[in-house]
């Protein structure tokens, strides 16, 4: 009796710290407050590679993210020079199989114009309705808080993300994501992005039960789409060690002709989407 309560309380404790990792991530990236134009639409591709992941499943019947594309198409439009509404429709595809992941809604507010100033902040709120094989939590909601500083070719921005699973199994996990990046040239940028997953709040585990991995990003046009490409290194073993990332977006003219009308991500001052000469759970 004694050996079989200690089995439960081991697998208790090994469910509690793959929990937060139990949902695929169709979108790698970190949010700089800027959106699309007031009556403008926009649409990016996100794809995620796992080269080299975890090969054991967050939980019975998940998804495992080793060799697995992930990604999402984003739909997004303009209210205001405020607030933007956005679309997800996440899949990943794995041993062959194409798997949907629901859809995703969310409202982004913004300081106005955040592209042309040296500090700037939003949040974005974003309702998930998942798949089994993609979430222990059939609902769930992202907080994402927008804190950033621009100062002549530097930029530094981080996301303190709140994640909420409902239901059950549901938790309140801390996700937050963080960039550095120089402008190169008009037309480039280079930079590092560092995406965690530190668990439960409150209930933080060790270090290595935590996701944490670094990016190397570069942003740039590509014709008429912005793109951003980066290579992520696992720091933990609960981290997918080798994750490639790709961002293909494209802003649509806006409401007057101005086809270079702002749009959020991922490149900052050179995305040719903005409105003037300025612009990251596999698991």
């Known amino acids: 009796m004694t050996r079989y309560c200690l089995t439960l309380s081991i697998a208790g404790c090994l469910c509690a710290t793959t929990l937060s990792q139990a949902r695929a991530v169709d979108e790698i990236q970190v949010y700089n407050a800027s959106i699309a134009a007031p009556g403008q639409w926009t649409i990016q591709q996100h794809l995620n590679y796992v080269g080299r992941g975890l090969k054991e499943p967050p939980f019975p019947g998940g ?11 984003e739909f997004a439009y303009g209210v205001t020079d405020w607030w933007e509404l956005g679309l997800y429709l996440p899949f990943a595809v794995q041993d062959h199989q194409f798997l949907s992941d629901a859809v995703k809604l969310r409202t982004l507010f913004v300081s106005p114009n955040a592209d042309q100033r040296e500090f700037f902040y939003g949040v974005n709120f974003e309702i998930s309705n998942s798949t089994p094989r993609f979430s222990q939590t059939r609902f769930g909601l ?13 930029e530094f921005i981080i996301n303190p993300i709140i994640d909420v699973g409902f239901g059950r199994n549901g938790e309140i996990d801390f996700t937050p994501a963080v960039r550095v990046a120089r402008r190169i040239n008009p037309d480039l940028q280079l930079g590092l992005e560092y995406y965690a997953d530190f668990g439960e709040i409150g209930r933080f585990g060790s270090v290595s039960s935590q996701s944490h991995t670094l990016f190397a990003v570069t942003d740039f046009k590509l014709g008429i789409f912005s793109v951003n490409l980066g290579a992520g290194y ?17 802003a649509f003219p806006a409401p007057g002709g101005d086809s270079a009308a702002s749009e959020r991500r991922p490149i900052t001052p050179v995305n040719p989407m903005a409105r003037s000469a300025t612009r990251m759970p596999a698991y």
């Open 234 to 250: 696992g720091l933990t073993a609960a981290s997918d060690r080798f994750v490639v990332k790709t961002i293909v977006g494209y």
């Open 142 to 154: 992202e907080i994402r808080p927008i804190l950033g500083v621009r100062k002549h070719d530097w």
């Open 63 to 73: 998804l495992v993210s080793n060799g697995s594309l992930n990604g999402t198409p």
